[in-house]
């Protein structure tokens, strides 16, 4: 891809351009916690979009989307949302770096890569990060890695519309080969773990559901969390979020609560826990322990935080039932997209026509099925 992306360039301006690589991202645990101030282990994966830049005389900031077959053109003076969805994540970047007072030159950027568009791998970080990391080495202006991934998450929320947590633009500047991130989202401290993956694969199942109740259920489901942190901030007023609650302190304070609000509560308390242990395993190299882990986080949102949707459950079901999966749970936000599976090198196949045997996406279509690699992080190609 980086050669397609590189004549492409060629094809259609002048100069020789910086190459940037900038992955997408899997979350192996720890659904719903960013916002909770909690704990997250994402990883950046073999998937990547690549960048093609260089500046040029015209004063103009041309886009060409290889995937797309598209391109933008607007003046370096004027940068604003556009009409045209896909190049606001890249206006947003260069609206960053002029808000802190950078002069960004005018240049001409090819882009393309092999990342799944809606399945929950994070084009969008991947997209912005590759961007802010082009301009940044083109420009020579020397910003840092958590730098440019605030740079990113804000083009995301002012321009794209979107108002992510900070984890997947993290994940794609951070990443490194076969290590998970564990990021505390409180204080963006994070630790390195190692992923040792000679005898075991990741492989994705999308459930080809769009997440069309997502963003209503998002909010309503960090409005419960507040809630519930309201009622136990009474009992202890150095109670800032779920993060500082324990399952003792929680339970002892049950009458107070709405059951759904309890279970959405006490969902992300476990969570964080079942996080804990599974970094545990990773570094015990025990991926037994690692899977069961999964499973019972898909429990949970399925049971407790109630984000999943029945292909997801059927997929988990399937992959349970499969000789050699070591674990399965839903990934994202809910209501659809992708399963993520720990299934052993030796059963991969098995694993694929099994589940293609098993489940159809609710257009009768065999489902997409991703392998995929923990790789390095957003940087030059």
Request: with cysteine.
């Amino acid at each position: 891809m980086k050669e397609i992306i590189k004549q492409v360039f060629t094809d259609r301006f002048e100069g020789k351009p910086v190459i940037v690589r900038s992955p997408g991202r899997v979350n192996l645990i720890g659904e719903h916690t960013d916002y909770n101030e909690g704990f997250v282990l994402p990883a950046s994966i073999d998937k990547a979009i690549y960048f093609a830049i260089a500046p040029n005389r015209d004063n103009v900031f041309r886009f060409y989307s290889y995937d797309l077959m598209d391109e933008y053109v607007t003046e370096i003076d004027k940068i604003e949302p556009c009409d045209k969805h896909w190049a606001n994540y890249l206006l947003g970047v260069i609206a960053q770096f002029v808000k802190d007072g950078k002069q960004v030159m005018g240049f001409d950027c090819a882009f393309g890569g092999d990342i799944p568009i809606g399945a929950g791998l994070s084009s969008s970080a991947a997209i912005e990060c590759g961007l802010a990391y082009a301009i940044d080495k083109m420009q020579k202006f020397g910003y840092s890695t958590m730098e440019m991934v605030k740079i990113s998450q804000k083009a995301e929320h002012e321009y794209a519309g979107v108002m992510c947590g900070i984890m997947d633009q993290f994940a794609v500047m951070h990443g490194q080969i076969n290590k998970a991130i564990k990021l505390d989202c409180r204080s963006l401290e994070y630790e390195l773990l190692p992923v040792k993956m000679e005898n075991y694969k990741l492989l994705l199942v999308n459930t080809g559901v769009k997440h069309s109740l997502a963003s209503s259920e998002y909010n309503k489901r960090r409005n419960e969390c507040a809630a519930g942190v309201k009622i136990l901030k009474k009992y202890n007023s150095s109670i800032q979020s779920l993060r500082d609650v324990s399952l003792d302190f929680i339970q002892k304070h049950k009458a107070e609560f709405d059951e759904i609000v309890y279970d959405r509560c006490t969902y992300v308390i476990e969570e964080n826990i079942r996080l804990d242990a599974a970094c545990e395993a990773l570094n015990n190299g025990d991926f037994t322990a690692f899977g069961n882990q999964m499973y019972l986080s898909h429990r949970g949102l399925k049971e407790k935080y109630e984000v999943s949707c029945v292909e997801l459950d059927l997929l988990v079901d399937i992959a349970k039932k499969t000789r050699g999966v070591l674990g399965a749970r839903m990934m994202g936000g809910g209501f659809g997209g992708c399963t993520i599976n720990l299934v052993k090198k030796n059963a991969v196949a098995n694993f694929k026509n099994t589940i293609l045997a098993q489940y159809k996406t609710p257009e009768g279509k065999e489902p997409e099925i991703y392998e995929v690699v923990i790789d390095g992080g957003t940087g030059l190609a």
